[in-house]
Nanobody
Framework: QVQLVESGGGLVQIGGSLTLSCEAP?????????MGWYRQPPGQQRELVAS???????IYGDSVKGRFIVSRVNDNNTVTLQMGNLKSEDTAVYYC????????????WGQGTQVTVSS
């Protein structure tokens, strides 16, 4: 496992935008791993928000398609989640993840950052 540090969470109004960032430590061959974001709404299970592979192929959860954009900067070991047209149901703790080498499952999780969407 590696330590992933998220930032950018907070309170935002319905229809607003927010950007989350995740920084991974140096020396972990960041560019060779798929990265992604999960979230856990209150009282619900964790769900995939978005992932971005080493070739920058992206996958999005159905509920965020067309509203969220995931990107990565390998030189900075960072992955970013741009969230737009936020809805109340986007309220959750958001986690940055690193996937295992050639694996479909994460092997490292950040501590999580709270996003609250309110009217």
């Amino acid at each position: 496992q590696v330590q992933l540090v998220e930032s950018g969470g907070g309170l935002v109004q319905i229809g607003g935008s927010l950007t989350l960032s995740c920084e991974a430590p140096a020396g972990i061959a960041f560019a060779t791993r798929r990265m992604g974001w999960y979230r856990q709404p209150p009282g619900q299970q964790r769900e995939l928000v978005a992932s971005i592979d080493t070739d920058r192929t992206t996958i999005y959860g159905d509920s965020v398609k067309g509203r969220f954009i995931v990107s990565r900067v390998n030189d900075n070991n960072t992955v970013t989640l741009q969230m737009g047209n936020l809805k109340s149901e986007d309220t959750a703790v958001y986690y940055c993840v690193r996937y295992g080498f050639r694996s479909l499952d994460p092997d490292s999780w950040g501590q999580g950052t709270q996003v609250t969407v309110s009217s």
